[in-house]
Nanobody, 120 residues
Framework: VQLQASGGGLVQTGGSLRLSCAAS????????IGWFCQAPGKEREFVAA???????YYADSVKGRFTISRDNAKNTVSLQMNSLKPEDTAVYYC???????????????WGQGTLVTVSS
């Protein structure tokens, strides 16, 4: 499985971005998908996840602001990011096929990351 993350960019505080994760491979619909972020000098952190049955999970810091969704027909998972804050600035990675609890960074496949920068 290959993952391609896109949609990052520069946005002002309070703005919105929509990240997309496009996947190759027929087994995509059976995979849990996660989004993680990593800011400079920090560990990779959980942002959101969606299971194969479309149950969603969110980090406390993004609840009510971010929405994860999936379109199995298009092999894509999206992360709608609203009310962005400077502390959301990071490289965002999508990951597929969790090997443990979906909120941990134990996934078999990882995308290359897309940079989100929120200016104050």
């Amino acid at each position: 499985v290959q993952l391609q993350a896109s949609g990052g960019g520069l946005v002002q505080t309070g703005g919105s971005l929509r990240l997309s994760c496009a996947a190759s491979g027929r087994a995509f619909s059976g995979y849990n998908i996660g989004w993680f972020c990593q800011a400079p000098g920090k560990e990779r952190e959980f942002v959101a996840a969606i299971t194969a049955t479309s149950t969603t999970y969110y980090a406390d810091s993004v609840k009510g602001r971010f929405t994860i969704s999936r379109d199995n027909a298009k092999n894509t998972v999206s992360l709608q990011m609203n009310s962005l804050k400077p502390e959301d600035t990071a490289v965002y990675y999508c990951a597929a096929r969790s090997l443990a609890v979906v909120t941990t960074a134990r996934y078999k496949y990882w995308g290359q990351g897309t940079l989100v920068t929120v200016s104050s």
